[in-house]
């Protein structure tokens, strides 16, 4: 499994990539997608929604169950990757290229995890 260094994690298996201070696209990592096996569905968060740090974002439904996709942050949700609606297994193939959603005035980012502390978390 892969944790690309540049980015930041949650406890949640989501991770975070900061375009600017207020500003940063938000993900599933390579952990989440291969312990839910084949996604099927996701329901995408809606442009213009707050979103809270610790409150569900979306959920993804795989050949296993449905699962929700913690928001790692508080902000406004400013973009969705509609691409998803209609390939939802591209969080498989591309975990790290497949960003579920841009989020603007982001908060409550203090506690996210480096790769390496997201790496010993989850014992890859």
Do not use: H
């Not at 213009?48 to 979306?58: H, S, Y």
């Not at 913690?70 to 290229?97: F, I, M």
């Amino acid at each position: 499994m892969t944790f690309p260094e540049e980015l930041k994690y949650s406890r949640d298996d989501e991770w975070v990539k900061m375009l600017d201070d207020t500003t940063a696209l938000v993900g599933i990592t390579d952990y989440a997608q291969s312990e839910m096996g084949d996604l099927v569905f996701i329901n995408l968060p809606v442009a213009g929604d707050a979103c809270e740090k610790g409150v569900a974002l979306c959920d993804i439904e795989s050949v296993k169950a449905v699962s929700d996709v913690v928001c790692p942050v508080t902000g406004e949700v400013a973009e969705v990757n509609e691409e998803l609606a209609d390939a939802p297994e591209t969080l498989n193939n591309d975990p790290y290229g497949a960003w579920i959603a841009k989020i603007e005035n982001i908060s409550d980012f203090e506690e996210l995890l480096t790769a390496e502390e997201y790496r010993a978390y989850r014992n890859c």
